[in-house]
């Protein structure tokens, strides 16, 4: 974290809170700091210890290092949530789709995945809904990022059973896409030969053949199908690298929690993917994404025909918007048409126009 971006997160926590600033007790003596308290938050994040650990380091008791955490991580949550973890605005829809499109990909949108943080302290009542792979006590989190690594989305607080693609039906924006109310434009552009006028994310290889995530091809035969999968395969990359470096940014992410309020957990790691966003804001004039690396929860104003069955009234009105929205969505062929389309545009592009055999 530079200087300028902990001085801002230092003013912004301090107007956010009134436990940061600096006061007296019963006696006179002046107490903790601003620094102070906002290091014992900073440490815990970033070294993952313990709130006992951080009392030889900033001098606070155990009690209070805990509070700073957790009054630290809801000022930054009051005060960036907004801004920080947004969905893109027109604007920058516009920039992300050319980014993917230099690297081989018109009409991508981002990369999506999920992983888990463990939950050392979830009630034995939850235990078994919330138990994951590894029989352990989990907490699921789905995230959205672009090939910068900048967060769009994140949903946090799923239990640990469910699998991709539980999680993705009971994700607000997921929920939003079929409902027509995201995104807020659509693209026009031809993906050879084909018309593609909706945007689409990157995935990974266990969620559905819908046509607004793409998928590699798992068993690639011919040189387009290999081609395209380690096209895909890299730039879904991104959505990777950003849990290792969110992970590896903030250690206590990588710690059984010790927490016992899903909702105290829900505030950290929204915290940490707001400090990191805000990190990676102040470095994008010296990175840029994959492309230099290669070689070569929104409100939107629905559709007025969405209003029109919001009443629950009206069959036929109801089967044409499901036909419109719902339908083309989880249809498996377009999946497949663009898929090829996909494969043949990179061939075209980057393939060896000398080789018949693909």
């Not at 700091?33 to 155990?62: F, H, N, P, Y």
């Not at 498996?332 to 990179?346: D, G, S």
Request: one cysteine or more; glycine letters at 6%.
């Amino acid at each position: 974290m530079s200087r300028a971006v902990y001085e801002e997160v230092r003013d912004a926590v301090l107007q956010a809170d009134d436990y940061f600033v600096q006061s007296r007790d019963a006696t006179g003596r002046l107490g903790a700091t601003l620094d102070q308290k906002i290091m014992s938050a900073l440490r815990q994040l970033t070294c993952g210890i313990s709130a006992d650990a951080v009392t030889e380091i900033v001098g606070l008791m155990e009690s209070s290092n805990a509070v700073c955490l957790k009054r630290f991580c809801e000022a930054i949550v009051d005060t960036y949530d907004a801004e920080w973890l947004r969905s893109p605005d027109e604007h920058e829809i516009q920039e992300i789709e050319a980014a993917y499109k230099t690297l081989g990909f018109p009409g991508c949108l981002d990369c999506l995945d999920c992983a888990s943080w463990e939950w050392d302290k979830c009630p034995v009542g939850w235990q078994g809904m919330y138990k994951g792979k590894d029989k352990k006590p989990v907490c699921r989190m789905e995230v959205i990022c672009d090939d910068r690594l900048y967060i769009w989305h994140v949903m946090f607080g799923s239990p640990g059973s469910k699998n991709d693609i539980n999680i993705m039906h009971q994700s607000p924006l997921f929920n939003s896409i079929r409902t027509g109310a995201w995104p807020p434009i659509r693209p026009e552009t031809e993906v050879a030969g084909m018309k593609l006028d909706w945007y689409y994310y990157f995935t990974d290889g266990i969620y559905p053949q819908y046509r607004i995530l793409m998928s590699s091809i798992s068993e690639p035969v011919t040189k387009k199908e290999k081609l395209y999968s380690s096209y895909q395969e890299g730039t879904r990359k991104a959505v990777e690298r950003v849990f290792g470096v969110l992970f590896q940014r903030f250690r206590l992410l990588y710690q059984p929690s010790r927490l016992w309020y899903k909702e105290d957990m829900n505030s950290i790691v929204r915290a940490c993917c707001i400090l990191h966003n805000n990190i990676v804001k102040s470095r994008l004039h010296t990175y840029n994404g994959t492309a230099a690396l290669r070689f070569t929860d929104e409100e939107t104003t629905l559709p007025s025909d969405i209003q029109i069955v919001s009443t629950g009234e009206g069959t036929y009105e109801q089967a044409t918007f499901w036909r419109k929205y719902i339908d083309p969505i989880e249809k498996t062929t377009e999946h497949v048409k663009l898929k090829n389309a996909l494969a043949e545009h990179i061939w075209n592009q980057d393939g060896d126009e000398s080789d018949s055999s693909q």
